[in-house]
Nanobody, 125 residues
């Protein structure tokens, strides 16, 4: 069974950067699209970014386009989210999730079947 563990969260000032990591165990990431999601207090969970198993054609939410970069290393079973120019509105718990039955992100943010427990990102001055 696939297990995902996020790390790299923390507190930064506006304009700062963080890199989140998603490590997997129990299975490989091969053939699975991987997404990053976030949930801020009092708000619904939203999709942030997704990457196909091949690593091409990453998808980003409009709010993070141009500031966040998703990447993956299938040999190491790792997925990363580089976050630059962070804003207070990026404050949330960030989760990585796997869509093990599809290698493609698709057009929506649904159908992810394995989830990590999240890592907190706080952007504040």
């Amino acid at each position: 069974q696939l297990q995902l563990v996020e790390s790299g969260g923390g507190a930064v000032q506006p304009g700062g950067s963080l890199t989140l990591s998603c490590a997997t165990s129990g299975s490989t990431l091969d053939f699975a699209a991987i997404g990053w999601f976030r949930q801020a207090p009092g708000k619904e969970q939203e999709g942030v970014s997704c990457i196909n198993y091949s690593g091409d054609k990453p998808k980003y939410a409009y709010a993070v386009t141009g500031r966040f970069t998703i990447s993956r290393d299938n040999a190491k079973n790792m997925v990363y989210l580089q976050m630059n120019s962070l804003k207070p509105e990026d404050t949330a718990v960030y989760y990585c999730a796997a869509k093990t039955f599809s290698p493609l992100c698709g057009s929506n943010w649904e159908d992810y079947d394995y989830w990590g427990h999240g890592t907190q990102v706080t952007v504040s001055s």
